[in-house]
């Protein structure tokens, strides 16, 4: 199964280490480095098998590529997983986070980590203690919660723009599903336009601390809504579900948000304007390289996470599927990179 996987990828090369101490597999992919050196996140996560865990890396490696050319950052794709049989606590969480900051180091900067599922600035600040390639520790960037919302922010005007003729969200209903820690800064900017903003999450007391209008998580697909945003796990937008939105824009900051490629096609031939995700929000790695690389002040972060709207104008002006425009992209900014 392992040598299916890796015929399937198209990336530059995996690691793989088992951890005896733990039980726990560590992956590391990088996808690209023809931008420059490979960045992403880093997600703990119980799997089904380890198998899921390298396959979950392999596919999540792929996105940042694409991410990071859509973003214009001089930055190649990569992600990390670690495969763990229960999450880990204390002394035992730390000593796999050293362990794997010895793994990332030994890549040379090959690959620079970050947070993902499971991963916080405080797990960060341990994996630093063994490796200098590591963005979004506590005294790093900061929370890129902040600007995943910001860039979602201005990807959703500019979908509204194309849609409607106005990037104003006024008296728009969105639907946030996911009130997490981008999923809330984001409903605050849509309260702050005067969208009408409605809420789902699986926790009800988190969902209506936002003070939006809760939507009970059966309904989601269901409800009437301008923009129907996807802010929390990914995978939710198949077959099944796609023929239940009664939305006119999806756009969101979750990852994976498609449950397989075909369905960037049943979007458009629905009429439902999609944003790819990996476009949209890619605020978390801006705010990121920008900060911490090149030393951007708020002015500058602000500019280039807003900027995201003007990459999805572009996107939709060429017309046809988004996800396939987005795609076509960043394989041109790939290419000019190789042929320059």
């Known amino acids: 199964m392992f040598e299916e996987l ?5 990336g530059e090369e995996a690691v793989v280490r088992y951890d005896h101490e733990s039980g726990a597999w560590m992956f590391v992919c990088v996808h690209s480095t023809v931008l420059g050196p490979a960045g992403g996140g880093t997600r703990m996560r119980v799997y089904p098998s380890p198998l899921d865990g ?3 890396a392999m596919r999540l490696s792929r996105a940042m590529t694409v991410k990071m050319a859509g973003a214009n950052l001089e930055r190649g794709g990569g992600k990390a997983v670690l495969a763990v049989p229960e999450l880990p606590t204390g002394e035992p969480r730390r000593a796999l986070l050293r362990r794997y900051g010895d793994l990332v180091a030994s890549l040379g900067g090959t690959y620079r980590t970050a947070g993902d599922m499971n991963i ?8 630093k ?16 919660a902040r600007g995943t919302a910001i860039a979602v922010h201005a990807g959703l005007q500019a979908s509204a723009e194309h849609v409607f003729g106005s990037p104003d ?6 639907l946030v599903q996911g009130a997490g820690a981008v999923g809330a800064d984001l409903i605050g900017l849509l309260q702050a336009d005067g969208a009408n903003v409605l809420v789902s999450d699986v926790d009800d007391e988190r969902a209506r601390a936002t003070g939006a209008a809760v939507v009970p998580p059966d309904d989601v697909y269901d409800a009437e809504c301008d923009v129907y945003a996807p802010c929390a ?3 939710t937008l198949n077959a099944d579900t796609i023929q239940r939105l009664r939305c006119r824009i999806v756009g969101g900051s979750a990852n994976n948000q498609l449950a397989e490629p075909e369905d960037a096609h049943r979007l458009h031939e629905r009429g439902i304007l999609y944003a790819p995700d990996f476009i949209i929000n890619a605020g978390g790695v801006i705010q990121l390289v920008g900060l911490e690389d090149r ?6 972060l602000q500019r280039n996470l807003r900027a995201v709207g003007d990459t999805l104008r572009e996107i939709y002006a060429r017309g046809g599927d988004p996800a396939e425009a987005a795609e076509a992209l960043a394989a041109e900014r790939i ?3 190789r042929l320059g």
């Open 335 to 337: 290419a000019a990179k």
């Open 54 to 56: 390298l396959a979950d």
């Open 233 to 235: 796990i990914g995978g």
């Open 169 to 174: 969200l006024r008296g728009r209903t969105v």
């Open 120 to 127: 916080s600035p405080a797990d960060l600040d341990v994996v």
């Open 129 to 144: 203690e063994r490796c200098e390639w590591v963005y979004g520790t506590t005294g790093g960037g900061g929370n890129s």
């Open 295 to 300: 030393g951007w002040d708020e002015d500058e």
């Open 6 to 10: 890796f015929e399937r990828w198209d």
